[in-house]
């Protein structure tokens, strides 16, 4: 049987919540079931196991996020820290279900660059995936990288000239081709990968982190071992920097993206739509006459280029 205090003897309820001043920076590294695996800033081998604080609610807390921790930092085995506060966040990959769900879903915080993964053959690439993960990168302050695999199961392919006047980097990244190249552009970033499922995730992230099927339980602490496609995971390059790997996505919809949003991402052309009439769409006559990309001179193929996403991004078209 549980006795109430009576009133005279129960202490006053208070507003007032810790300041946690003496909570310790980390990254959030892995989330898994209500526990975030986190690494504390300048000892990236104290890796602990934080929950959310009560003070928090269902303030969502993702894989880069920056934390303030307190409690128990030792990282020993059963102990258990708590995350008090989130910092705000300088970048945010968001996607929703569909075109059509209000609800978005923050997939990565914090990242500098987003490798958009996509396969020559076996799954066969799609235009429309690239155009749709580009539309997100850029609304969320991510620089999207073009990264190709599975290139020696075809004899040539036309599809990269696909985006040509976006000013999109490519890189080849099969089994065959060297990963130099993509080693020195991860090298002290933080980057999330994305792409379809067996596009050949996995296998890049092999080549890159030595044992990264052990380092994944190793890392996180919440997953015991998990494979890396079936939740988010930040894992630790050898020369430096940081590398997410997300689970397969099947639909990425951009519910949450308008097309201002996605001219405002290209400073050379955000001015520009200022002269726009309200509700100008960008996509050039018929549609919008009176739109001001029109009337710049000498990135005709630029706009083009930019058109091409909007078109994406407005048509809804299958991907």
Known sequence: MRVRPGKASSRPRTKTRPQHNDAEDAMVVAVDRGRWGCVLDGDPD????????RELGRTP??????????????????????IVRVADRRTVLRRTA????????????????LFIVVALADPPPRTGFVERTMVAAYAGGLEP???????????????????EGLGLKILYAGIDDPIEPVVEILRDRLTALIGHSGVGKSTMVNRLVPDAYRAVGEVSGVGKGKHTSTQSV????????????????????????????VI???????????????????????ADPECALDQLSG??????????????????EAW
């Open 264 to 286: 405002a991402s290209f400073t050379d052309l955000a001015d520009a739509i200022e002269d726009c009439p309200r509700g100008c769409t960008h996509l050039g006559p018929p």
């Open 61 to 82: 807390i993702v894989v880069g996020d920056r934390v303030g921790v307190v409690g128990d930092l030792t990282g020993k085995p059963d102990s258990l820290a708590r």
């Open 234 to 261: 930040a894992l630790p390059l050898p020369g430096g920097g940081w590398v997410i790997d997300t689970p397969g996505v099947r639909s990425f919809g951009l519910a949450h993206i308008t097309p201002d949003d």
């Open 145 to 163: 990288i073009l990264v190709l695999t599975k290139r020696d199961l075809v004899a040539e392919s036309e599809f990269a000239s696909a985006f």
């Open 98 to 113: 569909d075109d059509t769900d209000p609800f978005e879903r923050i997939v990565v915080a914090n990242a500098e660059q």
């Open 299 to 316: 990135v005709e193929r630029r706009v083009a280029a930019i058109r091409q996403l909007l078109t994406a991004l407005i048509s809804n």
């Open 46 to 53: 104290r890796r602990i196991v934080a929950m959310r604080a």
